[in-house]
Each structure stands twice: as structure tokens, then as C-alpha cells.
């Protein structure tokens, strides 16, 4: 299996650009912007949403400006790798994300038998500080020192939703500085959320728990 999934090689001809595509070690032969062929003894490409996208090759190149090879060439690598991206982290939640408890810590909040600490929000600093990270790299109390000595405050993250996690996704999702609640009387985590108006597979951090797990 190829290490690039996603390689397209093409070339002039008289009906205009042919493009031969390799996804995950299987060639498929496209002309006027339609599979017309591919190797049967090589693995089946795995992606459905790469398939639809060669079949509307064409379109894809109108809708985005394309007039070039190697401009078609970055743009769908970009593309089939952000669909990639996109259900990896369909699939992490689905398997460890179960249910949402928000009512429940919101009640227990009020009744005061439950308290939910913010954790220090070190990306959304880093952003704001006039850093040039060619410089050097910067540790989180870095960050910090930096940002409250410009603004005078530090930020934390203010969890708006909370989600039942699996042990696995709680750990890593410490990792990343959110908030994480180990309430006595259960047997499971709960992942204090700060986003909220999205489908979590959106949010930043489970994106990038996908990618690199």
C-alpha cells in the first residue's frame, strides 16, 4: 500500500488533461473527467468520497478555478485529505463519545455537588502574543507570562457542553488541556466541551486526537 495515497499524474492530449490517480495502491484511469478504468488486482479504494469526487473531476476543476495540472493535482490531495481528516474524526467519535450530560453537571453545578474547574486556554494565547515562532520554541507558562504581561489577564477555556467519554479519549483530551471531570459517583469521565453550535467531529482538538491516534 502506498505511503502517499493520494498521487495524480496526467498529461496534455488533444481531449484536453488525462489524468491517471493512485489512491491507496489502486490506479484509476480518468479521461473527460469520468472513470473509464482501474487495476482489478490492487486493492479497492477505500474512500467513497474520493470515487465521487474523480467522477466529477470536471466540475471540480470549474468550481475551483483550476486551469493547470499541478494546480488539480494540490487542490484534490487537499481535499480527499481533509475528507480523510473528516472521518477519522466521524469515527473517533462514534466509538468514544457516548452520550451528552450537560443537564445533569449543569443540575449538580447548582445543587453545589459538583464543581467544574477551567483549564488555561494556551492555544487561543499563543494566537493573540506577537510571537515569531522561527525564533524558538515557547513553553505554555511561556505563553502565559507572555500573554498576561500584553493583556493582563489569562484566558481559560469555559466548558459549554459536557459528554460522557471512554477512559481512552479522556486521557487524551487531558493531554490537550481540556477539561476532563472525574466525579466520584460514576464510573465514567466527562469531557467539559467548549464549543458549542457544531458536530464535535468539527471541533479542533478531536481533529487533531484523530489524526495523530
Same mark, same amino acid.
Given at each position: 500500500?502506498?505511503?502517499? +495515497?493520494?498521487?495524480?499524474?496526467?498529461?496534455?492530449? %488533444?481531449?484536453?488533461?488525462?489524468?491517471?490517480?493512485?489512491?491507496?495502491?489502486?490506479?484509476?484511469?480518468?479521461?473527460?473527467? *469520468?472513470?473509464? %478504468? *482501474?487495476? +482489478?488486482?490492487l486493492p479497492k479504494c477505500k474512500d %467513497?468520497?474520493?470515487?465521487?469526487?474523480?467522477?466529477?473531476?470536471?466540475?471540480?476543476?470549474?468550481?475551483?478555478? #483550476?486551469?493547470?495540472? /499541478?494546480?488539480?493535482?494540490?487542490?484534490?490531495?487537499?481535499?480527499i485529505k481533509g475528507k480523510e481528516m473528516?472521518?477519522?474524526?466521524?469515527?473517533?467519535? =462514534?466509538?468514544?463519545?457516548?452520550?451528552?450530560?450537560?443537564?445533569?453537571?449543569?443540575?449538580?453545578?447548582?445543587? =453545589? /455537588?459538583?464543581?467544574?474547574?477551567?483549564?488555561?486556554?494556551?492555544?487561543?494565547?499563543?494566537?493573540?502574543?506577537?510571537?515569531?515562532?522561527?525564533?524558538?520554541?515557547?513553553?505554555?507558562?511561556?505563553?502565559?507570562?507572555? *500573554? =498576561?504581561?500584553?493583556?493582563?489577564?489569562?484566558?481559560?477555556?469555559? +466548558?459549554?457542553?459536557?459528554?460522557?467519554?471512554?477512559?481512552?479519549?479522556?486521557?487524551?483530551?487531558? /493531554?490537550? %488541556?481540556?477539561? #476532563?471531570?472525574?466525579?466520584?459517583?460514576?464510573?465514567?469521565?466527562?469531557?467539559?466541551?467548549?464549543?458549542?453550535?457544531?458536530?464535535?467531529?468539527?471541533?479542533?482538538?478531536?481533529?487533531?486526537?484523530?489524526?495523530?491516534?
Amino acid at each position: 500500500m502506498s505511503d502517499e +495515497p493520494y498521487i495524480i499524474k496526467g498529461y496534455e492530449s %488533444g481531449g484536453g488533461i488525462e489524468y491517471n490517480i493512485l489512491c491507496y495502491g489502486l490506479w484509476y484511469v480518468v479521461e473527460g473527467g *469520468y472513470t473509464v %478504468g *482501474y487495476s +482489478p488486482d490492487l486493492p479497492k479504494c477505500k474512500d %467513497g468520497a474520493f470515487l465521487s469526487l474523480i467522477d466529477d473531476i470536471d466540475f471540480f476543476r470549474t468550481e475551483n478555478s #483550476i486551469d493547470n495540472l /499541478e494546480q488539480l493535482v494540490t487542490e484534490v490531495n487537499k481535499h480527499i485529505k481533509g475528507k480523510e481528516m473528516e472521518n477519522k474524526a466521524k469515527l473517533l467519535v =462514534e466509538n468514544h463519545i457516548s452520550k451528552s450530560v450537560t443537564t445533569l453537571v449543569q443540575r449538580l453545578q447548582i445543587l =453545589e /455537588e459538583l464543581s467544574v474547574d477551567s483549564t488555561i486556554d494556551y492555544e487561543a494565547m499563543k494566537e493573540e502574543i506577537d510571537y515569531d515562532e522561527d525564533n524558538g520554541y515557547l513553553s505554555n507558562d511561556e505563553i502565559a507570562d507572555l *500573554y =498576561e504581561s500584553s493583556f493582563g489577564e489569562i484566558v481559560y477555556k469555559e +466548558p459549554l457542553e459536557f459528554w460522557i467519554v471512554s477512559d481512552w479519549l479522556a486521557e487524551k483530551l487531558r /493531554e490537550k %488541556g481540556e477539561v #476532563i471531570i472525574d466525579y466520584e459517583h460514576v464510573d465514567f469521565y466527562i469531557w467539559g466541551r467548549s464549543c458549542s453550535g457544531q458536530a464535535i467531529y468539527l471541533d479542533g482538538v478531536i481533529r487533531e486526537i484523530a489524526i495523530y491516534n
